[in-house]
Every structure is written in C-alpha cells, then in structure tokens.
C-alpha cells in the first residue's frame, strides 16, 4: 500500500481546521474556490462548513491515516520478527 501523499494529509488538516471553525487564511483564495468548486465545503453565513461530501472524504481521509499506521505497525512487527529469526 502507498503511503498516503502530502497533498491528502493537507487537505485533511485543512478540512478538519474548517470542520473547528478555522477558515484559511486571507492569503489562500485559490484554496477556498478549489473547495468550493469541489462541493467539499459550502458558505454559510458566511462562513465556511463541511457539506456532506466534505465530511465523507474527511472521514476517508482518517480512515486512511489509521490504516497506514496499522500497516506500518504490522510492517515493523514483520521486520522485528525476521531479526530476532536470523539473531538466533
């Protein structure tokens, strides 16, 4: 498995910052039109919020943290067990 790429664990911090009330900054229009355009997010109030694909793909996005980490542990557990073999 693919180690999750940078640009997935950005848009995950940046899709959790939005889901506490943090919007990006003044400096990332770019940023906020990409969300927008994409349906991740929707002004209300004129604030931003999760629409109910953002909150899917952040759910994804975690899911998929998780999930690397769980592999690396197996990974390291296999690597440690191949070790202690070939030490005795």
Same mark, same amino acid.
């Given at each position: 498995?693919?180690?999750?790429? $940078?640009? !997935?664990? &950005? =848009?995950?911090? /940046?899709?959790?910052?939005?889901?506490?009330?943090?919007?990006? %900054?003044?400096?990332?229009?770019?940023?906020?039109?990409? $969300?927008? !355009?994409? &349906? =991740?997010?929707? /002004?209300?109030?004129?604030?931003?919020?999760?629409?109910?694909? %953002?909150?899917?793909?952040?759910?994804?996005?975690?899911?998929?943290?998780?999930?690397?980490?769980?592999?690396?542990?197996?990974?390291?557990?296999?690597?440690?067990?191949?070790?202690?073999?070939?030490?005795?």
């Amino acid at each position: 498995m693919d180690p999750m790429s $940078l640009e !997935d664990l &950005g =848009l995950l911090d /940046v899709l959790n910052r939005i889901d506490e009330g943090h919007e990006p %900054g003044e400096r990332s229009v770019a940023l906020r039109e990409r $969300l927008l !355009d994409t &349906g =991740l997010v929707e /002004v209300q109030d004129g604030l931003l919020r999760l629409t109910q694909a %953002g909150i899917e793909r952040t759910k994804s996005l975690k899911h998929r943290v998780i999930a690397d980490a769980e592999a690396a542990l197996v990974l390291k557990e296999r690597e440690e067990a191949e070790a202690a073999d070939k030490s005795t």
